[in-house]
């Protein structure tokens, strides 16, 4: 497989040979920040042909993936992205930690886009990113969701000192936002010693100190280090132009229960759809889509004790129609 490259890169940009042909669909790309501590800077997504990529494991990132990396600048992957013919969306906004950011691709169908890819820069990191490269996009007649839990990458080109700089690629250091640095980022440290390594690979996480005006790092280890994966996407094809405008039943005998301070079960009745198959359900927690399956009950662990959750469930059809919701409030234990 090759990646897009500017010219003078490493690798030249691949010719499209033969492709799938594509209908025209729009498709749902939903963002979710599962770190406790790291923000991601404005999100790219793209459905593009399988013979480009934004990125490729072992191999030096390309001029477009170091603006992401170093600086949260998606404008020229996108527009070289777009070049190729690929459909591009891209966010406006920092992404919190916790929090979902969801963007709509729109693809004609005409270049044969049948894979997605996803990126970001993780703040605070020198050039670290979310990096979801190539993944297959649902298909009609196909599932209508797909999700992926997705890592963090490094760039390799940028030593990680782990000190607050511009930001710009070639110059050293991270750039710190007003929510980055209400979070607790430092300054004066003298840097952590490092070498960018040339190439991209997974990241080996950040270092950080204790100390807010010196020490080693200016990134705090107590709230800025993670463990993979850093973020959840998924993403739903909502349908063809000219395909199925009617949608799936609402569901019913939404229901639950919680067995303890920490975890609810909710179950429901399945769906019909008088022109299509239904092949999910997608569940909602308090607004935020938590997941998409083929199943009639989710279990859910992991919660605060003594709070209200409400869960809503919509049935989702083989062409991306999604039905009415459901909706159940559960209360965990005290």
Do not use: K
């Not at 990529?53 to 170091?66: D, I, K, T, V």
């Not at 010693?193 to 990241?203: L, M, N, Q, S, Y």
């Not at 239904?278 to 927690?285: E, H, L, N, T």
């Amino acid at each position: 497989m090759n990646r897009i490259t500017s010219t003078g890169a490493a690798v030249a940009l691949a010719l499209f040979g033969s492709v799938s042909t594509a209908s025209a669909a729009d498709y749902q790309v939903t963002v979710t920040n599962l770190t406790s501590g790291l923000y991601f800077t404005p999100v790219i997504a793209s459905a593009h042909a399988g013979s480009v990529a934004m990125f490729r494991s072992g191999a030096p990132a390309s001029p477009e993936l170091q603006a992401i990396a170093e600086g949260g600048n998606v404008a020229p992957m996108a527009a070289l992205l777009e070049s190729v013919g690929a459909a591009v969306a891209t966010g406006d906004g920092l992404v919190a930690p916790g929090a979902t950011v969801t963007l709509t691709i729109s693809d004609s169908g005409d270049a044969g886009n049948n894979v997605l890819s996803v990126t970001s820069m993780l703040l605070p990191t020198n050039d670290g990113f979310l990096g979801l490269n190539s993944v297959p996009l649902p298909g009609a007649g196909g599932p209508a969701s797909m999700t992926w839990n997705v890592n963090g990458y490094d760039a390799g080109t940028e030593a990680n000192d782990e000190l607050v700089g511009s930001g710009a690629p070639g110059e050293a250091g991270f750039p710190a936002p007003p929510p980055v640095v209400a979070t607790g980022t430092g300054t004066g440290g003298h840097g952590v010693p490092a070498h960018a390594e040339g190439f991209v690979h997974i990241h080996r996480n950040v270092l950080g100190d204790l100390d807010p005006n010196g020490g080693a790092s200016d990134i705090n280890a107590a709230v800025h280090r993670w463990l993979n994966p850093v973020a959840r996407v998924t993403v739903t094809r909502m349908g063809d132009d000219g395909g199925d405008t009617n949608t799936p039943s609402a569901i019913s005998g939404l229901n639950g229960i919680a067995y303890s301070s920490s975890s609810i079960e909710i179950f429901w009745d399945r769906a019909t759809s008088d022109s299509s198959t239904v092949v999910a359900y997608d569940i909602y927690r308090n607004g935020t889509l938590i997941d998409t399956r083929d199943a009639l009950s989710f279990f859910d662990d992991s919660l605060r004790a003594g709070v209200e959750y409400t869960y809503e469930v919509r049935a989702v059809d083989a062409n991306g129609v999604g039905g009415p919701s459901a909706q159940v409030s559960v209360s965990t234990f005290e």
